[in-house]
């Protein structure tokens, strides 16, 4: 056995009938992944809760800050990008997400600094909220109670708002949003109300339902998803800047749960250059050569080629002409389609649906989470146990 594969499991095509199989499916979850990715919308209630009871009034007694850092890594750091999308590019002050140590060197009285980690113990969180109280920067700090980062807190006199943790990072990150779009609410910077949050915890409790382990896979969205991506090497592209944030979150399950290598991104970005994936050797390349009429069990099975998964907004921001306009972004997403479909790539689409910002990016984030986990399990790996992330840590940290 090769050194450093001890403690990984698991095989390299997926069991499709797993998926079926819901005594299977708990057997292979024992840390509960689906359980915690189905909390989603109790999440979304139970910190709005506890933002309220945290004392946020006093952030806005210094008026409008010059900017808003969002200090954190990992799923922490992607409260930043949700908090700079909701806000959108009518948001009257910066908003910056920070996923380095420390703060920017410009950082100062003038501005705030929310610092969020799910454990409460991060050192790019704990340093920010400790470098944004030397400078006297108004401080908001989210995480574990009892926590270092509560400590800091409670030293520079700022809200903290406690997240129970009660799932994995990556697996919390609706837990963690919601605070940080409570603290900007409170700054002016965003119009999140509670019917908002309302449907948008609605939404990701009737997503979780329709992704149940015991729904099977031809009435099951995150199972078909994560079907189509087996053995496939993921492109996930967002059509808006909303639906980039839920393609980049994609990437961010694919990786850590399924253990998948994914490119992701913007598709007005990639449509400078990374659409030329599409004509590669994994792309069209490989299908013009895959004969039709073989048996993958016996030739071309071990082929990998590249799946295509876009991520549609549709926006609402027909009227706000600082957007781009709604019409070129239909293009775009048509025209990779049609892209896609003439070099035999297969594509899939989810669509945006809700009234709000929040809602929308809910209904972007809520199926890919659940296909993650079942791509995962597919594969035999327990997406809750990562041996090379704490292998990573024992080699990395002193």
Same mark, same amino acid.
């Given at each position: 056995?090769?050194?450093?594969?001890?403690?990984?499991?698991?095989? !390299?095509?997926?069991?499709?009938?797993?998926?079926?199989?819901?005594?299977?499916?708990?057997?292979?979850?024992?840390?509960?992944?689906?359980?915690? +990715?189905?909390?989603? $919308?109790?999440?979304?209630?139970?910190?709005?809760?506890?933002?309220?009871?945290?004392? %946020?009034? *006093?952030?806005?007694?210094?008026?409008?800050?010059?900017? *808003?850092?969002?200090?954190?890594?990992?799923?922490?750091?992607?409260?930043?990008?949700?908090?700079?999308?909701?806000? $959108?590019?009518?948001?009257?002050?910066? &908003?910056?997400?920070?996923?380095?140590?420390?703060?920017?060197?410009?950082?100062?009285?003038?501005?705030?600094?929310?610092?969020?980690?799910?454990?409460? !113990?991060?050192?790019?969180?704990?340093?920010?909220?400790?470098?944004?109280?030397?400078?006297?920067?108004?401080?908001?700090?989210?995480? /574990?109670?009892?926590?270092?980062?509560?400590?800091?807190?409670?030293?520079?006199?700022?809200?903290?708002?406690?997240?129970?943790?009660?799932?994995?990072?990556?697996?919390?990150?609706?837990?963690?949003?919601?605070? *940080?779009?409570?603290?900007?609410?409170?700054?002016?910077?965003?119009? *999140?109300? #509670?019917?908002?949050? /309302?449907?948008?915890?609605?939404?990701?409790?009737?997503?979780?339902?329709?992704?149940?382990?015991?729904? #099977?896979?031809? &009435?099951?969205?995150?199972?078909?998803?994560?079907?189509?991506?087996?053995?496939?090497?993921?492109?996930?592209?967002?059509?808006?800047?909303?639906? +980039?944030?839920?393609?980049?979150?994609?990437?961010?399950?694919?990786?850590?749960?399924?253990?998948?290598?994914? +490119?992701?991104?913007?598709?007005?970005?990639? $449509?400078?250059?990374?659409?030329?994936?599409?004509?590669?050797?994994?792309?069209?390349?490989?299908?013009?050569?895959?004969?039709?009429?073989?048996?993958?069990?016996?030739?071309?099975?071990?082929?990998?080629?590249?799946? %295509?998964?876009?991520? !549609?907004?549709?926006? @609402?921001?027909?009227?706000?002409? +600082?957007?781009?306009?709604? /019409?070129? #972004?239909?293009?775009?997403?048509?025209? &990779?389609?049609?892209?896609?479909?003439?070099?035999?790539?297969?594509?899939?689409? &989810?669509?945006?649906?809700?009234?709000?910002?929040? #809602?929308? @990016?809910?209904?972007?984030?809520?199926?890919?989470?659940?296909?993650?986990?079942?791509?995962?399990?597919?594969?035999?790996?327990?997406?809750?146990?990562?041996?090379?992330?704490?292998?990573?840590?024992?080699? /990395?940290?002193?």
């Amino acid at each position: 056995m090769m050194e450093g594969t001890a403690g990984v499991s698991g095989h !390299r095509h997926a069991d499709e009938s797993l998926l079926d199989n819901p005594d299977l499916l708990a057997e292979q979850d024992p840390g509960g992944m689906l359980r915690f +990715t189905a909390s989603a $919308g109790a999440q979304v209630r139970e910190s709005a809760a506890l933002a309220a009871e945290a004392n %946020l009034s *006093v952030l806005a007694d210094e008026g409008r800050p010059r900017a *808003v850092v969002i200090a954190g890594i990992g799923t922490a750091g992607r409260t930043g990008d949700v908090l700079a999308t909701v806000a $959108g590019p009518r948001c009257p002050v910066p &908003v910056i997400p920070h996923r380095s140590a420390g703060v920017p060197g410009w950082v100062g009285a003038a501005d705030v600094v929310i610092a969020v980690s799910a454990s409460g !113990r991060s050192p790019e969180a704990l340093g920010a909220a400790e470098a944004a109280h030397r400078r006297g920067a108004r401080l908001v700090a989210v995480g /574990a109670p009892d926590s270092q980062l509560q400590s800091v807190a409670e030293r520079a006199r700022a809200p903290f708002i406690p997240v129970p943790r009660r799932a994995p990072a990556r697996a919390s990150l609706w837990a963690l949003t919601v605070p *940080v779009l409570l603290a900007a609410r409170t700054l002016g910077l965003v119009k *999140v109300n #509670e019917a908002d949050l /309302a449907e948008t915890a609605a939404r990701l409790d009737a997503d979780a339902d329709r992704s149940r382990p015991t729904a #099977e896979s031809f &009435v099951n969205p995150a199972k078909s998803l994560a079907l189509g991506l087996a053995g496939s090497i993921p492109i996930v592209w967002g059509s808006s800047p909303l639906a +980039t944030v839920a393609a980049r979150r994609f990437g961010d399950t694919l990786s850590a749960n399924a253990r998948y290598p994914v +490119t992701t991104g913007a598709l007005g970005e990639a $449509g400078r250059g990374r659409v030329g994936l599409l004509d590669g050797v994994f792309g069209g390349l490989a299908e013009g050569e895959r004969d039709i009429f073989a048996d993958p069990d016996e030739t071309g099975g071990d082929a990998t080629r590249l799946r %295509l998964v876009l991520l !549609r907004d549709g926006g @609402l921001n027909a009227e706000d002409d +600082t957007d781009e306009p709604l /019409a070129v #972004e239909e293009r775009r997403a048509d025209a &990779v389609q049609t892209l896609a479909e003439r070099r035999g790539v297969r594509c899939d689409v &989810v669509t945006a649906e809700g009234g709000s910002a929040l #809602e929308r @990016l809910a209904s972007l984030i809520a199926v890919p989470d659940f296909a993650s986990v079942y791509l995962a399990l597919a594969h035999g790996l327990d997406p809750m146990a990562v041996p090379a992330v704490t292998e990573m840590k024992e080699l /990395a940290n002193p």
